[in-house]
């Protein structure tokens, strides 16, 4: 079983000022729905921006905010949840739970060829966001080596592009490709689809 995800730090261990701030903006975004005035306001936080080509691959501000070492995953462990950071301003992208990633190594002779393509030297990085009801993807099984939604109990295969293979998700979990950049690993793309549940 994986720690557990940071908590939605847009919420827990805020001042009653920065909540009051995050429900009126979600007050705004149901009346007025997506108008500039709202997306401005939202979207140009670089916090909340999604994953960004060349952003490095950290840990959590709370986890000390520093790079992911590719020779800190280890072979067929339980997976670390980390989030994109820009290497320019160190900024992490951390405001949004979309931005969870789960980061796992196996050795390339066990990925498929899909997923492969997505690696770096056996390291894979996914969406930690459940496409069923967009719960977190918190729990591993170290046997069959399946990422596992607690919510209701979906099963994703990452050697296989994290496709579903028991549960309600009706799809696989999103792929982040990354690459090694020395010691650094560093997304090189955008997740391969939707992260979360489909908007009805």
Not at 12 to 27: D, F, I, M, Q
């Amino acid at each position: 079983m994986i720690d557990p995800a940071p908590p939605d730090r847009t919420l827990t261990g805020c001042s009653r000022r920065r909540l009051l701030c995050g429900v009126l903006e979600t007050a705004l975004v149901g009346l007025v729905g997506s108008s500039p005035l709202v997306a401005a306001a939202t979207d140009t936080d670089p916090r909340k921006l999604p994953p960004q080509r060349g952003d490095e691959l950290a840990y959590s501000s709370d986890d000390g905010g520093n790079v992911v070492t590719a020779a800190e995953i280890k072979l067929h462990a339980a997976p670390i949840i980390v989030y994109p950071r820009d290497p320019l301003t160190q900024v992490i992208r951390e405001r949004s739970r979309l931005n969870q990633i789960l980061l796992l190594r196996f050795t390339s002779e066990e990925l498929s060829a899909e997923t492969r393509a997505n690696a770096a030297d056996g390291l894979v990085a996914y969406s930690a966001i459940c496409t069923h009801a967009a719960c977190g993807v918190s729990e591993w099984n170290a046997t069959t080596l399946h990422l596992i939604c607690p919510c209701h109990a979906s099963q994703y295969d990452p050697r296989q592009h994290a496709v579903r293979v028991t549960g309600p998700a009706p799809r696989a979990l999103p792929a982040l490709p990354i690459k090694q950049t020395g010691k650094t690993l560093t997304i090189t793309g955008p997740f391969s689809g939707q992260v979360g549940a489909e908007k009805s």
